[in-house]
């Protein structure tokens, strides 16, 4: 979480006096590790929605089943970095931006969290229709677009907690947008005269829908606390 | 936040001290504030999804347009909870059970906003279907107890939060579990073979449910927030 361009700053601020404060250095020890168990549960999450979309996809019931066993490793994770984001603000009582950080490490936190459940109730659909696919032909190319652009945004994810390059953020929330797009696109087929599918299809690929589309959201909501936390303008970051 | 069990404990600590601690009344008279916030937000929710589920099960257009402009306002109260929250970190520094009382705060505010959120979202089901029911017949009587189950959740949320009794938390996740039962019986129905649903309806159907559900969820996650503070078992709360 703390960033190149934080690291910077702070070192500038430090040579600037001196002297190195040692206090100041364990905290941005921790900050560092606060972003390194981030990065872990991101590539967790990154495994899971990859793994998860491709079970969904192809009916492949030991990916959704994989999926489904390591959901509680990212439960436990991510409560480990909050409990990590807790001690920080106990023994160090940050100010100011860096405050802000160890806040906002909490909410991605949940965030990730949320996302690890989205993939596996993506999973536990795929298991549940196996040896059927869950989706129907007409639409499977929509929903293979659709878990293309929520890997995409995992990876992204991943990435932008690892360099915090805010770059990363602004293309994550365009993948976003166009799940968003995709999400609509899957209501006009289905509410379509074309549509074929049985009440069960309608119900899954409806809930299917949804899981990619909050997915993405949360993604995106990750993203611009990212931003925010770089360009300073907290509130904004909120209603995401 | 605090709780008269906590204020009461407060108190017994300065009067063994034989004087009151000016910082540590600043910072109860700040939690106080931050659990006034919470009531005053858990007020607007309940209002929100009583209004949202009348207008969805009466097909109520102007109640409908109620919640929607109202959501704003609840958005906008929880930012400035956060902002609350994250200067009294600044300020107090407060540990232990306090700090975590704080970060909980963070946690139960971004529920209520998403409790807010999937009220609106039900208020725009009903919108988009008027003059129509959203629901068919068949299902009214089930969407009816769901609702009233989660204005009942809503209503002991608010009471739990301004009260601090615990034994609130289990009634509402009591709620929440009935709530949960009934969203299965709603697949159920739409999955059997008397239902004559056309895919609007098993859309509108499948969302529904799925947004009371996770309103109930939501509710529970802050009650064992609030038992768990109650108790000390802070990681066990984690997961809700």
Not at 10 to 28: C, H, L, T, W
Not at 33 to 53: H, K
Not at 133 to 145: A, G, I, K, M, Y
Not at 215 to 230: E, M, N, T
Request: with cysteine; charged share 25%; net charge negative.
């Amino acid at each position: 979480m703390t960033g190149n361009g934080c690291s910077a700053a702070v070192q500038r601020a430090n040579s600037n006096e001196g002297k190195i404060d040692p206090m100041r250095e364990v905290f941005q020890q921790e900050l560092t590790e606060v972003q390194d168990r981030l990065v872990e549960i991101a590539e967790l999450v990154l495994d899971s929605i990859r793994d998860a979309t491709t079970a969904f996809n192809t009916a492949d019931i030991a990916l959704a089943d994989k999926v489904i066993a390591s959901d509680p490793t990212i439960d436990e994770l991510a409560v480990e970095l909050d409990e990590l984001a807790i001690e920080i603000l106990y023994r160090q009582n940050p100010v100011a931006r860096d405050l802000r950080i160890v806040v906002s490490a909490l909410r991605m936190s949940a965030s990730l969290e949320r996302m690890g459940d989205l993939a596996r109730h993506i999973a536990q659909l795929a298991r549940r229709r196996y040896p059927d696919h869950v989706v129907p032909e007409s639409l499977r190319d929509t929903f293979t677009q659709m878990a293309a652009h929520d890997i995409h945004a995992a990876t992204l994810l991943e990435q932008l907690l690892r360099t915090q390059d805010v770059e990363l953020a602004a293309k994550l929330i365009q993948s976003d947008d166009a799940v968003d797009a995709l999400h609509k696109t899957v209501f006009e087929t289905v509410l379509g005269d074309g549509w074929q599918g049985e009440a069960e299809k309608t119900v899954d690929v409806t809930l299917a829908s949804r899981f990619l589309e909050r997915f993405g959201d949360h993604a995106a909501s990750i993203a611009k606390k990212v931003q925010y936390l770089s360009s300073g303008d907290w509130a904004a970051a909120e209603p995401a």
